[in-house]
T-cell receptor, first 111, second 116 residues
Framework: QKEVEQNSGPLSVPEGAIASLNCTYS??????FFWYRQYSGKSPELIMS??SNGDKEDGRFTAQLNKASQYVSLLIRDSQPSDSATYLC???????????WGAGTKLIIKP | KAGVTQTPRYLIKTRGQQVTLSCSPI?????VSWYQQTPGQGLQFLFE???????NKGNFPGRFSGRQFSNSRSEMNVSTLELGDSALYLC???????????????FGPGTRLLVL
């Protein structure tokens, strides 16, 4: 059973600080990794995708992938109250026409 | 470009009934995936369609079925509804030009189903 694990939270971070979200996965054949953000009552929207080991930066967001340790993380710098949401990690391999999703981490940014 | 649309947005049914949900993907997108989301469970994959063919199916009972039309619009059907089927049903579309695992999925607003 392929699994993706996330700490459900809530993770509370002061405004302006760095929020660190983590995700581990069980399938060593996984090749594609995605972070989605979901506001309460809304549908998920893509923040970042990462396919290679290392860091990928996009504005205030940095995704980090370590395939040897089977984890992927998302860092949010200069956290804003508008970043308060549930962050979903999704993992896939080319053998499946589907993404495996974590249950999400609820992030709360305190002003 | 219009986003993914889903109808209806809200639905109330009783046990034993059946329901059909509709999803219209972004123009030009040929892959449609369906998910069930319940509190604390994350997104559970139902099935994925491409060019009117189901390419993959999640671990849901046969009461859950779907189809895709030639214009890429998709429907999912749930027969003999159970209380546990109450959830947010999301569809997501992607281009379908490569392996779905590599493509960004764009989600619709979802259909919230309540089974009484």
């Amino acid at each position: 059973q392929k699994e993706v694990e996330q700490n459900s939270g809530p993770l509370s971070v002061p405004e302006g600080a760095i929020a660190s979200l983590n995700c581990t996965y069980s399938d060593r054949g996984s090749q594609s990794f995605f972070w989605y953000r979901q506001y309460s009552g809304k549908s998920p929207e893509l923040i970042m995708s990462i396919y290679s080991n290392g860091d990928k930066e996009d504005g205030r967001f940095t995704a980090q992938l370590n395939k040897a340790s089977q984890y992927v993380s998302l860092l949010i710098r200069d956290s804003q109250p508008s970043d308060s949401a549930t962050y979903l990690c999704a993992v896939s391999s080319d053998s499946n026409y589907q993404l495996i999703w974590g249950a999400g981490t609820k992030l709360i940014i305190k002003p | 470009k219009a986003g993914v649309t889903q109808t209806p947005r809200y639905l109330i049914k009783t046990r034993g009934q059946q329901v059909t949900l509709s999803c219209s993907p972004i123009s030009g997108h040929r892959s449609v995936s369906w998910y069930q989301q319940t509190p604390g469970q994350g997104l559970q994959f139902l099935f994925e369609y491409f060019s009117e063919t189901q390419r993959n199916k999640g671990n849901f009972p046969g009461r859950f079925s779907g189809r895709q039309f030639s214009n890429s619009r998709s429907e999912m059907n749930v027969s003999t509804l159970e209380l546990g089927d109450s959830a947010l049903y999301l569809c997501a579309s992607s281009l379908g030009q490569g392996p779905p695992s590599w493509e960004t999925q764009y989600f619709g607003p979802g259909t919230r189903l309540l089974v009484l």
